[in-house]
């Protein structure tokens, strides 16, 4: 029987093994090794020279942590919305998950026609009267880390909606009834039992979405190029278009360690009993 | 019963001897295999319009197939080991020759074989000499040409700039004027920030590959005094961004290939659009010319139907066609006449342009060198930095890399 469970498991191991493991231990191990075959940090050395690796990091932190605000922030408001019962709400929440079936990369490109100089963007706002000039929304840096960022919500919001609605949907109704009787308004039922409720689908949201964030690299790329470098940009534009492998490897490892450590220390704050739960 | 069985087998395979035969016969036509990197709208061109003609003339078959670039090399060095060729001729990159070159997988041509009409441009027949030998000809030259938007030049009493001074002048006068920038520096990075930057210089006086020199020092100074007046989709700008610029009119003037012309004005609609060969910098005008030339490996069957085919493609007539259906530019002077009427002046222009015209050195360390291009342009475009305190670390960086090499 055991043996027979182990052998179930095979295939499962199998795929990880060649789709997970060994792509992360070959980049691992090109990362520590030198053009010329040797072992060394030659790369990491040469990444902490490169000028723009540097705001590579910045740029993914900074854009990870926005987005994930605005995400949880728009997610969690839209399902308490859509927790509720109202008329037409089967409506709205198809029209919410519409922004989850785009790929990403024709998100991108409807980003630009939103975002660019000539876009939806600075049309409204200019016959709103508020605006005489176009914003050129990707051109300073910070301004275009907050446009990928919003970018990126707009996509994502609905997964991190998803996740909250199914949460507080497990949470008994009967609280809220005990807590109306004892008095309790809105505000206070929603930080006296929804939010701590809802810890573990937050948890769960901040993980799948805090990892994703970091990945991100489409939205970055397509709508405002190269002199915005994030992790997984950078990468590719050393593998790809300057050939250097090593270089290449080296930022991603230290993604993933970024993504290690982020996901660790909110497991470690927020308790990592929330996910096992 | 049994020897009319065999009888009826004897003669099915005769039958089928005699078909196989028919077809695949000594006096069956020759098939030519040719190799080119095409995109589908160009395949079909060729196809319709330009193979059936030599077909018809030479009595053969033309067998063409599209092998990348990248892999040309070792797709003729496999055939050639394998003792075995199979490609009478190729199409590659002019930027892609050096090791053809150097494995002897390209046979040089004759005197008389490398000979070129006389209405072929000059200027294209440089690329193909290696070692005073002639080892490629021309057949789709590719030129950077500057577009304009006419309507909004005429607005504000403006001619399409000649000179450095005059291109600054324009985009001070369009920035003062509409305070946004519109004129396009094709600033993404990469390949399409390489080759405009490469004729800038050169433009200037300056060796591309060494960043010391005051000719390449002067272009990354104008450049920064550019910058403030620049587009600022020219921080996106490639190749294909550029037409999209034109298009919505976020710039009204930027230099980018020919195949933008048939894009701008019969897609979009951009009558408006007028094109030029470009601005000369403080020394001369320069132009980088790209495409793709035509050369025949080693142990190619057939080499003389190949030639034929060489001269077939270099043809006013089929030139004419290209011009015509494709918008490449020509590598003849005398096609002018024969193409539609909306599209001749632009034919002028590139035809200006290639006059002009000078080919990117084959260096083995492109790559690299591209990537200190790049930085050069982030450091010094768009983080502000000051030319004399970026290039110098720079320059020793590329005078090793040339070393190395």
């Known amino acids: ?277 | 019963m049994a020897v009319s069985m065999m009888q009826g087998c004897l003669a099915v395979v005769w039958s089928v001897l005699t078909i196989v035969l028919a077809v695949t016969g000594a006096d069956a036509q020759p098939t030519v295999t040719i190799t080119m990197r095409l995109a589908e709208a160009e395949w079909h061109v060729v196809r319709q319009e330009v193979l059936p003609r030599f077909e018809a003339v030479c009595n053969c078959r033309i067998r063409a197939i599209d092998i990348p670039p990248e892999t040309l090399v070792q797709r003729l060095r496999a055939m050639q080991q394998a003792g075995r060729m199979e490609i009478d001729l190729f199409a590659q990159d002019n930027m892609r020759l050096r090791e053809l070159v150097d494995t002897a997988l390209a046979v040089p041509f004759t005197a008389e074989e490398g000979q070129a009409e006389e209405a072929i441009y000059p200027s294209l027949m440089a690329v193909g000499v290696s070692g005073g030998v002639r080892y490629f000809l021309p057949f789709r030259p590719n030129v950077q040409i500057a577009y304009y938007n006419a309507e909004k030049f005429a607005q504000y009493r403006l001619q399409p700039p000649r000179t450095w001074p005059e291109l600054l002048a324009v985009a001070r006068t369009f920035y003062e004027k509409e305070q946004i920038g519109r004129v396009l520096f094709t600033g993404a990075g990469g390949a399409p920030t390489t080759t405009q930057l490469y004729e800038w210089i050169v433009a200037a006086g300056g060796d591309p590959f060494d960043f010391a020199h005051p000719g390449t020092v002067d272009t990354f100074r104008f450049l920064a005094a550019l910058r403030p007046y620049l587009s600022s989709e020219s921080r996106r700008a490639k190749w294909n961004t550029t037409n999209e610029a034109l298009a919505q009119e976020v710039a009204y003037l930027a230099q980018n290939w020919p195949f933008g012309v048939p894009l701008l004005v019969q897609e979009y609609g951009k009558t408006a659009i007028r094109t030029y060969s470009g601005w000369a910098g403080p020394v001369r005008e320069a132009h980088v010319i790209g495409g793709d030339v035509l050369g025949i490996p080693v142990g190619a069957p057939h080499r003389q139907l190949a030639l034929a085919f060489i001269r077939h493609l270099q043809s006013r007539e089929v030139q004419t066609i290209l011009v015509n259906r494709l918008g490449w530019a020509s590598v003849r002077s005398d096609v002018e006449a024969s193409v539609e009427a909306w599209l001749q002046p632009h034919v002028v222009a590139v035809g200006e342009a290639l006059r002009h015209g000078i080919f990117r050195t084959n260096v083995s360390y492109w790559a690299a060198y591209e990537r200190l291009v790049d930085e050069a342009v982030q450091r010094i475009l768009w983080r502000h930095e000051a030319p004399d305190q970026v290039l110098p670390p720079l320059a020793a960086r590329l005078a090793t890399l040339r070393e190395q090499q």
């Open chain 1, 1 to 277: 029987m055991k043996h027979a469970s182990l052998l179930g498991l095979a295939p499962l191991a199998l795929y990880l093994g060649a789709f997970t493991l060994v792509p992360v231990v070959s980049t691992l191990v090109l990362s520590f090794r030198t053009p010329e075959g040797q072992w060394g940090l030659g790369a990491f050395r040469a990444l902490a020279a490169h000028y723009q690796f540097g705001d590579a990091v910045v740029n993914t932190l900074a854009i990870t942590g926005l987005g994930l605000v605005m995400e949880l922030s728009l997610g969690l408001a839209a399902a308490v919305a859509l927790a509720g019962r109202f008329r037409g709400q089967g409506l709205v929440r198809v029209l919410l998950l519409i922004p989850l079936g785009v790929p990403t990369i024709v998100a991108a490109s409807t980003m630009r026609y939103v975002f660019g100089m000539v876009g939806y963007l600075n049309e409204v706002l200019y016959r709103l009267g508020l605006l005489t000039l176009p914003i050129d929304w990707t051109g300073s840096r910070w301004l275009a880390v907050g446009t990928v960022a919003l970018a990126d919500a707009w996509k994502v919001t609905p997964l991190v909606m998803l996740i909250l609605l199914a949460g507080l949907q497990a949470i008994p109704r009967e609280l809220y009834e005990a807590a109306r009787t004892d008095g309790a308004g809105p505000w206070q039922q929603f930080w006296r039992i929804t939010l701590p409720l809802l810890r573990p689908a937050l948890t769960m949201a901040f993980i799948i979405r805090g990892v994703d964030a970091f990945r991100i690299f489409a939205l970055p790329l397509a709508l405002v190029g190269r002199h915005l470098p994030v992790l997984s940009t950078f990468a590719y534009v050393e593998y790809l278009e300057y050939g250097n492998p090593h270089t290449s490897a080296a930022s991603s490892a230290l993604l993933l360690v970024m993504i290690v450590m982020t996901v660790g220390a909110y497991l470690r704050l927020a308790g990592s009993e929330e996910v096992v739960r």
